[in-house]
């Protein structure tokens, strides 16, 4: 069985990895943070998704000498030239909440007609070997747009802001079967569960 650590302290993006691969239980053992005493906080000083996922997975596997997957992933709204981007989750601070973040985007895209309003979730994903650094990458990208007000309460971060393409519902009013699979963690995380299948 694979011991693999989850490089992230977000309760929300943690549940969303287990639950997606819970068909590989047999295959998988999960740890996070809550099992790794002096679990490190690691500065995400990338210029893209796909660095700081690295970042993070380089470091984590230094720290436990256990095989470590990592994301980083945000939302670029297109009104915004692509911001939040990487600052996704410090948006409104570094120690912004998720409704902070949200309350500031809104305010950003006051002006902002809804044919205006495009906008997708990335995500970049890792998986790190400790001895032999990164042994699979892939990414993944939901395209949507940002409504004025928050709708659902489900998911977490941007989730009840983000019309996916095709749907009148937010991601958070989605159930969680029904965001996995459209969500970029989702298409990232299939993507992660066809590799460990032939690993």
């Not at 694979?2 to 295959?27: F, M, P, Q, R, T």
């Not at 596997?61 to 989750?89: C, F, H, N, Q, R």
């Not at 601070?93 to 309003?117: E, F, H, M, V, W």
């Not at 032999?132 to 489900?154: A, D, L, P």
Request: charged share 30%.
């Amino acid at each position: 069985m694979l011991e693999i650590v989850i490089a992230s302290c977000n309760d929300g993006k943690i549940e969303e990895i287990k639950n997606y691969s819970d068909h590989l239980n047999s295959k998988i053992n999960w740890l996070t943070y809550k099992q790794v005493e002096g679990f490190p906080e690691v500065e995400e000083a990338g210029s893209t998704f796909l660095e700081n996922a690295k970042i993070k997975a380089s470091a984590i596997a230094e720290y436990t000498k256990k095989m470590v997957i990592a994301d980083d992933s945000g939302l670029e709204v297109d009104w915004l030239g692509g911001k939040p981007g990487i600052y996704s989750s410090r948006y409104a601070g570094k120690s912004a909440s998720d409704y902070d973040n949200r309350k500031k985007l809104i305010q950003n895209l006051k002006d902002a007609p809804y044919s205006k309003r495009s906008a997708r979730f990335i995500c970049s994903l890792v998986l790190w070997d400790p001895k032999k650094g990164m042994i699979f990458k892939t990414s993944g990208v939901c395209e949507g747009r940002i409504g004025y007000t928050e709708k659902g309460t489900g998911g977490f971060g941007y989730d009840p802001l983000f019309t996916p393409e095709g749907y009148d519902r937010t991601m958070a009013q989605l159930q969680p079967d029904e965001k996995n699979r459209i969500s970029h963690r989702g298409k990232a995380l299939a993507a992660f569960c066809r590799f460990i299948e032939n690993f």
